[in-house]
């Protein structure tokens, strides 16, 4: 079992940049690949960025060159780095993982709410 806890949410003005974390706790060793999704009022949960075991990444189109996803394996966090946030941005911000070698299950952190206005 593997938990996750998200912070670094909150208000912030267009232009503006915050860092999300992520710290996992519990079988932290089986632990992969982890990522972010967001999800806006009325709108899909949508992923936002990935990264593997071995370091990986991947960012969607409408974040790429803005949000830098990384982890620090020593630390058991997971980090997404938002620079230059648009009013677009504003959603609720979930940290995810997989865990196992071939059999995977996914974890989810309970959310981090981030606010892009004036």
């Known amino acids: 079992q593997v938990q996750l806890v998200e912070s670094g949410g909150g208000l912030v003005q267009p232009g503006g940049s915050l860092r999300l974390s992520c710290v996992a706790s519990?079988?932290?060793?089986?632990?992969?690949?982890m990522g972010w999704y967001r999800q806006a009022p009325g709108k899909q949960r949508e992923l936002v960025a990935t990264i593997t075991s071995g370091g990986s990444t991947n960012v969607a189109d409408s974040v790429k060159g803005r949000f830098t996803i990384s982890r620090d394996n020593a630390k058991n966090v997971g980090y997404l780095q938002m620079n230059n946030l648009k009013p677009e941005d504003t959603a609720v911000y979930y940290c995810?993982?997989?865990?196992?070698?071939?059999?995977?299950?996914?974890?989810w952190g309970q959310g981090t709410q981030v606010t892009v206005s004036s």
């Open positions: 519990g079988s932290i060793f089986s632990i992969n690949a």
């Open positions: 995810t993982c997989t865990t196992g070698l071939h059999t995977l299950h996914q974890y």
